[in-house]
């Protein structure tokens, strides 16, 4: 079956200069940031990918290059099979928005804090025509229409029908990431990319927005990118997950698999960090080291400095992502035995 959405050699690199004057001044070359370099993947329907890593690695870089937030330097996304470039004709272009669509990671910026929960739903129905407003004869009853259809949405994510008259202020955290999914889902979508959803919330509304998210996901056939920093979280919603490392995949597998039997020595490290009521007399390895600046990163392998199987061949020769064990991983000493 082909996959719902397919991913190859996606890059993106920023100029980050100074200005024209300040280089020409303090003679300094321009400089580049390569935000996500070559990433490859694909989604199946009805499934979720997860995309994990450390702050700064690129996953929410890959989210905005999926639904267009971003045109990619290099490489090209496929949604159900056809490219989703600038190069489509304008129809092509919303249609391919209305099918795909975006939750932000702070539902307190994601929402406008001068509109009414109706207006800030309704706003994609209206837009995308899913309402008819447009005639003076059918301008009430759209209006009536767009209500009942706001509230049907708000519903659907654990909402009353009645808070379509409220401001954003008057709701929690919580209850504002469940308007930014109600809205996400009035287009009716096929694909939804969600951009660490539950990082502004606490741990119990947490597990109630996931809950909500995989309810939907099993009435409606949704495919998710999740984006997380979080491995409990993930763990939880997840089909695969792909590890991501200063703007590169270094594993991407299974869920059960990749929780199991990390292969990846950085997977390794983040998956001893995780907290374990039952396996709290087992010595841990923490996760050495920062980040490297991505302004200059190591050579070889981005991960060497900090990685205890390093040798001189991860410091020159920057391993490429393969099949290993009917895992992908990119590195030298899984694939030479060292692990």
Request: charged share 20%.
């Amino acid at each position: 079956m082909t996959p719902l959405v397919q991913v190859r050699d996606l890059s993106k690199t920023f100029d980050v200069s100074a200005p024209w004057l300040n280089r020409v001044v303090e003679r300094k070359p321009r400089q580049f940031v390569h935000a996500v370099d070559g990433v490859s993947f694909s989604i199946e329907r009805g499934k979720t990918l997860a995309l994990v890593g450390e702050s700064g690695c690129g996953k929410s870089t890959v989210a905005r290059l999926l639904v267009g937030l971003y045109q990619p330097t290099r490489g090209d996304v496929q949604f159900d099979g056809q490219p989703t470039d600038a190069a489509q004709n304008a129809a092509g272009l919303r249609t391919l928005r209305r099918r795909m669509q975006m939750i932000f990671q702070d539902p307190y910026a994601s929402l406008n804090p001068r509109w009414k929960v109706l207006d800030i739903v309704g706003e994609p129905l209206r837009e995308h025509g899913l309402v008819n407003m447009s005639s003076a004869s059918a301008g009430a009853r759209g209006a009536d229409a767009l209500k009942a259809k706001v509230g049907e949405l708000l519903l659907s994510v654990g909402l009353a029908a009645a808070d379509v008259e409220k401001f954003p202020h008057q709701f929690s955290g919580g209850q504002r990431q469940r308007i930014s999914i109600a809205r996400a889902l009035a287009t009716q979508p096929e694909f939804l990319v969600c951009d660490e959803p539950t990082s502004a919330l606490d741990v119990s509304v947490q597990a109630q927005v996931l809950n909500i998210m995989k309810d939907l996901q099993r009435s409606r056939g949704l495919t998710y990118l999740f984006i997380s920093h979080n491995l409990a979280v993930v763990r939880h919603v997840a089909d695969q997950v792909g590890v991501m490392y200063l703007g590169r995949l270094v594993e991407l597998s299974d869920k059960a698999e990749l929780f199991g039997h990390p292969r990846h020595p950085y997977t390794r490290m983040l998956l001893d960090a995780i907290p374990d009521i039952h396996m709290s007399g087992r010595s841990r390895t923490p996760v050495q080291g920062e980040v490297p600046n991505p302004l200059n990163p190591p050579t070889g392998c981005a991960f060497h400095p900090r990685c205890p199987h390093a040798n001189a061949r991860c410091s020159q020769e920057r391993p490429v992502l393969t099949v290993f064990q009917g895992v992908h991983v990119a590195c030298h000493a899984v694939q030479e035995g060292r692990i």
